[in-house]
C-alpha cells in the first residue's frame, strides 16, 4: 500500500468514527420521555424506491408549566438514506396550533418568550423551538415556533394564541396570565 494510499484510508476511518462519536453524543444527550412529543400521524409526501420517503409528521405535545394547553405542530422529515439515518438536515417549515384543552392552571412564575419545547432537526446546527408569552391585555397565551441554525438563522416561524377561557360550571375563577409572566 502506497503512502498516499494510507492517509486516504486514515481520513476514512477517521471520518467515520467522528460520525459514530456524534451519533454516540447525539443519542446520549438527557432528555426525560415527558419532553417527547405524541406522534398523531405521518403522511408520505415523497415516494423514494429504495428508502423511506420523505413525509409530514404532526405531534402533539403539552406545555410542561401551563395545565390545560396542548400545542400540536407538523413538520417536515427528510427519507431518503441520509433521513433513516438521522444525518439530513430538516427544513424548517413547521406549523403550529395551540388550545385550551381544560383549565389553565399556572404552576409558577414564567418569563416571556420561555421555551416550551426543543427539538434537534439536524445533527449538529439546527433546532426548533416552541416558546411561550402572554398578551396581558387580552389574557391570552401566545406560543411561536422557529427554527434556528447556527450559521444562517431562519425566518421561518408560525404564531398561534389561547384565549383563557372559563372550563367547564366549575371553573368560575380564570387564571391571569399577566399574573405568572415577568
Known amino acids: 500500500m502506497t503512502s ?9 476511518w477517521r471520518r467515520a468514527a467522528l460520525v459514530v462519536l456524534a451519533l454516540t453524543l447525539w443519542q446520549a444527550s438527557p432528555a426525560s420521555a415527558a419532553d417527547e412529543p405524541d406522534l398523531i ?3 408520505s409526501t415523497v415516494f423514494k424506491w429504495l428508502s423511506p420517503n420523505d413525509k409530514l409528521a404532526t405531534y402533539a405535545v403539552d406545555d410542561p408549566e401551563v395545565d390545560g394547553v396542548a400545542c400540536h405542530f407538523t413538520v417536515p422529515e427528510k427519507g431518503g438514506f441520509k433521513g433513516w439515518l438521522g444525518l439530513a438536515e430538516e427544513v424548517s417549515d413547521i406549523s403550529l396550533a395551540c388550545r385550551q384543552i381544560g383549565p389553565v ?3 409558577h412564575k414564567l418569563e416571556q418568550g420561555d421555551d416550551m419545547f426543543r427539538q434537534r ?3 449538529f446546527f439546527k433546532k426548533m423551538q416552541i416558546v411561550r408569552g402572554c398578551d396581558a391585555k ?3 397565551l401566545v406560543y411561536m415556533v422557529y427554527s434556528d441554525k447556527l450559521i444562517e438563522g431562519s425566518p421561518k416561524n408560525s404564531t398561534s394564541s389561547v384565549p383563557i377561557m372559563p372550563w367547564g360550571a366549575g371553573d368560575i375563577a380564570v387564571q ?6 415577568q
Open 41 to 43: 400521524f405521518r403522511r
Open 176 to 181: 391571569k396570565c399577566g399574573e405568572f409572566f
Open 4 to 12: 498516499k494510499a494510507i492517509v486516504k484510508c486514515d481520513r476514512k
Open 105 to 107: 392552571k399556572f404552576k
Open 138 to 140: 387580552r389574557n391570552v
Open 121 to 123: 432537526r439536524s445533527l
